[in-house]
């Protein structure tokens, strides 16, 4: 597969060793478009799907998110260069471009199987709202407010559920509040 450095997808991908189905990334191929795949990781609270160019020879499968935490702490270091190849066979994974040749176990534990992760994507018509935020203002934002355990957004959508004006921001009852201001989707 090819995969672009900017794609963080071992991050989405479960830590807690109770729930070892979650600790791997699944690699199979788009449905819709030949030639493409995606990797999909989720912890239980997030879910991440990232698209990547399908290589000759590759087998879709399960890959352990510290097999692809490896490999792609060995990717050149520019943010948005070219796609980076990486090798995926059925027991192991490596970069091509690895001048030591580091090879990594992708196998996950016996008889793991990843979840059917497409029962919790909501579907188009199930969306009502459309919201465009800025992820590293909303994090600047829970910072300012000390806002540790999450935050809740209240934002008024127009006619078409569209969200064009500000959006308010509430951490726990202890934080502070704030406000993000409106940005076009």
């Avoid at 579907?123 to 355990?149: F, H, W």
């Amino acid at each position: 597969m090819f995969v672009e450095k900017r794609f963080q997808i071992d991050r989405a991908a479960c830590t807690d060793e109770t729930r070892y189905m979650l600790m791997n990334i699944n690699y199979e191929a788009d449905p819709v478009m030949p030639g493409r795949g995606m990797l999909v990781a989720t912890n239980g609270k997030i879910l991440a799907a990232v698209p990547v160019d399908v290589q000759e020879g590759d087998v879709f499968g399960l890959i352990r998110a510290t097999a692809y935490a490896a490999i792609r702490g060995k990717m050149r270091h520019e943010r948005h260069g070219p796609p980076h190849p990486v090798v995926v066979e059925k027991d192991r994974i490596f970069l091509t471009t690895d001048r030591l040749g580091a090879k990594y176990d992708r196998r996950p534990d016996e008889g793991t199987k990843f979840p059917d992760w497409r029962l919790i994507v909501p579907k188009e018509e199930e969306q009502t709202v459309m919201l465009s935020l800025n992820p590293t203002l909303l994090m600047d934002l829970a910072r300012a407010i000390g806002a540790q355990d999450g935050v809740t957004l209240k934002m008024k959508p127009d006619e078409k559920g569209v969200v064009l004006g500000a959006v308010s921001v509430k951490g726990d009852a202890k934080d502070g509040f704030g406000v993000l201001m409106p940005r076009r989707p």
